[in-house]
């Protein structure tokens, strides 16, 4: 082996083991972060040497992490007692995963009456960033071999229930997204802006919203709100099969039960209370 040969095989080596040691000092820095979440949990609040002491680790190093989790908004300070507590983000963050347990648990029993009733596939949708994520799924004695869509994300403007959830966004969110590009599933995926708002106003105005063929060729949808006890949008429940089934003559009955079983869900979560 040259000699160069060998300063470039060191340097490999010295490079490796200072990937691996910045990999494991950022691991670990996140492992100290989740300890000092899970001390403020248990304790209330603390402050700066009470948490370097549980973590065994210097004081500048327990500050390093208060201050990357207090400019995130996991963690807030006290000014008047110098301590620190458990900030809104983390209420936020516990908040959605609380509303897709909840709306799993309640809805199955609303899923399933619906699905028996009208024999075809029903789920229940949040919004997860820029798509809707089926979360719970019935079926109907209808749609037995029709697709599984449990956990799939699929577009909002191509959806029933991805309009639903666009519709009932803050107006600066869902300007957003409609600013992009909105790809082309079928000849029927609405794509032009101008023709999407309309759509979501008539969601809004008519308390449901359709798509047929405009996902897939051959498939059909309506879905209707899901709301919280405060009146938020929180979900969409949807009804899809095939076209021939979920024809014009079939939607507005459809439609209807589809809201009614909204309805139903939204009150299980404390609307109307």
């Excluded at 304790?43 to 207090?70: P, Q, W």
């Excluded at 897709?100 to 028996?116: F, H, K, T, Y």
């Amino acid at each position: 082996m040259t000699r160069t040969q060998k300063q470039a095989e060191q340097t490999g080596d010295s490079s490796e083991k200072q990937h691996g040691r910045g990999a494991g000092s950022a691991v670990q820095s996140v492992d100290r972060a989740v300890s000092v979440l899970e001390i403020l949990a248990r304790v209330g609040e603390a402050g700066v040497t009470e948490i370097a002491e549980e973590l065994d680790v210097h004081k500048s190093t327990a500050f390093r992490l208060l201050g990357v989790l207090e400019n995130r908004g996991l963690v807030a300070q006290a000014k008047d007692r110098g301590k620190y507590y458990l900030g809104a983000a983390v209420l936020r963050l516990a908040g959605a995963a609380a509303v897709r347990l909840d709306i799993s648990q309640e809805g199955v029993p609303v899923c399933r009456e619906l699905a028996d009733e009208l024999g075809e596939t029903v789920n229940v949708a949040v919004l997860d960033d820029d798509a809707a994520v089926n979360i719970m799924q019935a079926r109907g004695t209808a749609s037995v071999t029709a697709q599984n869509w449990l956990g799939r994300r699929t577009p909002l403007h191509a959806t029933s229930s991805g309009k639903v959830l666009l519709a009932h966004m803050p107006p600066t969110l869902r300007e957003g997204l409609l600013a992009r590009a909105l790809p082309r599933f079928t000849e029927r995926t609405i794509t032009g802006t101008s023709v999407l708002r309309a759509e979501l106003e008539a969601v809004v105005e008519q308390g449901y919203g359709v798509t047929i063929e405009e996902l897939e060729l051959g498939l059909a949808a309506v879905a209707a709100p899901i709301r919280a006890h405060d009146g938020k949008v929180i979900g969409a429940i949807s009804v899809s099969g095939p076209v021939y089934r979920l024809n014009s003559d079939r939607l507005p009955e459809l439609a209807k039960r589809t809201v009614a079983a909204g309805a139903e869900l939204s009150r299980r979560m404390g609307y109307g209370f």
